[in-house]
């Protein structure tokens, strides 16, 4: 089992920036590809970045390229997510996941293991 606790969550105005972070819990975490991902009220949770387990792998949704950076500490056991040029759209709940098998993915349903969720708020 593990658990996985986000925070840094907040509220920002656009054009700021803010980080997120996940502490994992319960396995041996340079095990574990993990992964962001957001859902606005109203819409379906999407994915917004992951990461290898060793970090040496990243792939980020088009909407936030070049504006998210998606990292690991492998000692510390924890997740960030470096968000910068926040967007009014960027709102949402977003949620910290770890997937226990082989390979990276975009798709929710193919990671086991879920944070609460922490909220971002950007204003306009």
């Known amino acids: 089992q593990v658990q996985l606790v986000e925070s840094g969550g907040g509220l920002v105005q656009a054009g700021g920036s803010l980080r997120l972070s996940c502490a994992a819990s319960?396995?041996?975490?340079?095990?574990?590809?993990m992964g962001w991902f957001r859902q606005a009220p109203g819409k379906e949770r999407e994915f917004v970045a992951t990461i290898s387990g060793s970090g040496l792998s990243t792939y980020y949704a088009d909407s936030v390229k070049g504006r998210f950076t998606i990292s690991r500490d492998n000692a510390k056991n924890t997740v960030y997510l470096q968000m910068n040029s926040l967007k009014p759209e960027d709102t949402a709940v977003y949620y910290c996941?770890?997937?226990?098998?082989?390979?990276?993915?975009?798709?929710?349903?193919?990671?086991?293991?879920w944070g609460q969720g922490t909220q971002v708020t950007v204003s306009s």
């Open positions: 319960g396995r041996t975490f340079s095990s574990l590809n």
């Open positions: 996941a770890a997937r226990s098998y082989i390979g990276s993915s975009y798709a929710a349903h193919e990671y086991n293991y």
